[in-house]
């Protein structure tokens, strides 16, 4: 069983702390993604796990096995990063079978496995040809190729789709992610992009200043922000977040903000009167004529199958998606409503989400 477990893992370089008591445990098999912005710890989190530098304090498992203090070449792992580091001078053959020619893999051995490999990445016509001259996208496949060889306990993959172009990271992220399922190994992921870590991924650990803000699915993260870093950070447009100030009462189920009254989940946590922010998918927000809260429409967006309104309220801008062919002008006063069941509320002054009756088929409001 592959699985790795993190347990209080933390690593300072000097004051600066780049990664808080994190825990987690990737499942055997599992495509885990640590998402975040530059500077977030993710990057470092995944070179501890991989040996290539040792934690302050904290323990990581790989298989049962405490591998905290073994080098990387002790943990049955294989890397694929962002730059290819493919050797020019070699083919595509001898790149791909070199780890295994380290190893002391009989002749016949590594052949089949190379053959096998560049079978799985489609990349068999390309064996005898040289590294140098391929498209980037086929040199992701060549440094792809030489990992699976090597047939690891896990991959750790450090934004290896960072270098490609819009159109062929779209194709990766496709053929990366059906490479895990036919491989079937346990896969540790570290992206900046949330379109590549949604697409892909089992588990997110959504990351922040070293620590880990939420660790779930890509639907629990979208739909239910642990805190409001991720709700901003998730999202294209972001949730919109909606600034009230009011306390809040077990049971309670209607909020309001600049005059609207507001049906949100039921309350599951008294919150003491605080600064607290209103969490709306812009999918969950409709424009309505009469009712609802009330703003002028400042812009509009149009993207083909739908577009994005923008609305200057009191509380600050909100952003609607509606229909394509509905006609928006701007400059209009308009009303905005809320869909109950899909919101968040959240406390400003810790940035994390307030406790609710949420769930997909959303609670029962009169």
């Known amino acids: 069983m592959a699985d790795i477990r993190v347990e209080n893992l933390h690593k300072s370089f000097g004051d600066f702390v780049a990664v808080k008591e994190s825990n987690f445990t990737v499942a055997d098999g599992e495509f885990f993604v640590m998402l975040g912005p530059s500077g977030c710890g993710k990057t470092t989190t995944l070179r501890m796990i991989a040996g290539l530098e040792l934690p302050t304090s904290g323990a990581i498992h790989l298989a049962g096995e405490d591998v905290t203090f073994k080098r990387a070449s002790a943990r ?25 020619e380290n190893q002391g893999v009989p002749r016949s051995e590594t052949r089949t496995r ?15 040809r040289s590294v140098s001259g391929l498209s980037s996208g086929d040199r992701q496949r060549v440094a792809l190729g030489r990992a699976i060889v090597r047939e690891p306990l896990a991959f750790m993959m450090d934004e290896p789709l960072g270098a490609l172009d819009s159109e062929l990271r779209e194709v990766m992220i496709g053929e990366l992610r059906a490479l895990h399922d036919r491989l079937g190994a346990t896969t540790i992921y570290v992206t900046h992009d949330q379109t590549e870590a949604m697409a892909m991924a089992d588990k997110i650990a959504v990351m922040n200043r070293g620590s880990i803000e ?19 950070f998730i999202g294209d447009p972001a949730m919109n977040l909606i600034p009230f100030q009011a306390g809040l009462e077990v049971g309670q189920a209607h909020v309001r903000i600049a005059g609207a009254e507001i049906a949100v989940p039921t309350i599951r946590e008294g919150v003491a009167e605080t600064h607290l922010a209103l969490g709306a998918r812009p999918e969950h927000v409709a424009l309505v004529d009469d009712g609802g809260l009330r703003g002028e429409v400042y812009g509009t967006e149009y993207l083909g199958t739908h577009q994005v309104v923008t609305v200057a309220t009191y509380e600050g801008h909100v952003r609607a998606i509606v229909e394509a062919e509905r006609s928006v002008r701007v400059g209009a006063n308009v009303g905005l409503t809320f869909r109950p069941e899909r919101l968040s509320l959240f406390d400003r002054g810790s940035g994390r989400a307030v406790s609710t009756d949420w769930s997909l088929g959303g609670p029962h409001h009169g």
């Open 76 to 100: 049955d792992i294989a890397f694929v990063f962002q730059l290819f580091a493919l050797y020019p001078h070699m083919n595509v053959r001898k790149n791909i079978s070199y780890p295994l």
């Open 114 to 128: 190379v053959e096998e490999a560049a079978r799985i990445l489609r990349i068999t016509h390309l064996l005898d």
């Open 214 to 232: 939420q660790f779930a699915s890509p639907q629990e993260i979208y739909d239910r922000p642990a805190s409001m870093f991720v709700a901003d």
